[in-house]
């Protein structure tokens, strides 16, 4: 086997475990790496140099990661079906178990404890107010107002 075949059989692993891991977590984050793969593996198919190989997918997996990752993220975001909860986005809260930085704490809204984290990292003290930013799952994004 020469060394361009065996380029031609890593780029196609790179894209079998690229597309495992996009399947697996379904993050948006690996297909970018799997269509890299592809056209490095189509580069190394043509017998190009391996230099240029790992340059194209390098920057366009990059790319891709860049720039259409949160387009497609907005688009199936779009596709979300709102229930009631959505109506606590916008509303005031108050910590009932801190948020240290980095971590979990609860807050109260409505009468309804809910776990909580805050949007930039910083911790919250108990009975401070928050504004409650988003919902992901069973937990609210918070924002110390």
């Not at 996009?22 to 790496?33: A, G, P, Y």
């Not at 109506?87 to 910590?95: E, H, Q, S």
């Amino acid at each position: 086997m020469g060394i361009n075949e065996v380029f031609v059989v890593i780029w196609f692993l790179v894209i079998l475990v690229a597309a495992y891991i996009e399947i697996t977590t379904m993050d948006l984050t690996s297909v970018w790496f799997a269509i890299g793969a592809l056209v490095a593996f189509i580069l190394a198919v043509l017998g190009v140099p391996f230099v240029f190989q790992l340059f194209v997918f390098i920057l366009l997996s990059i790319l891709l990661l860049i720039s259409v990752k949160p387009l497609a993220k907005n688009y199936l975001r779009a596709n979300v079906v709102s229930t009631n909860a959505d109506r606590l986005i916008g509303k005031v809260a108050i910590c009932v178990k801190e948020i240290a930085p980095g971590d979990r704490g609860q807050v109260k809204v409505d009468g309804q404890i809910w776990t909580a984290v805050t949007e930039d990292g910083d911790g919250i003290l108990v009975d401070e107010k928050v504004e409650i930013l988003a919902i992901e799952g069973v937990k609210l994004i918070v924002m110390k107002q």
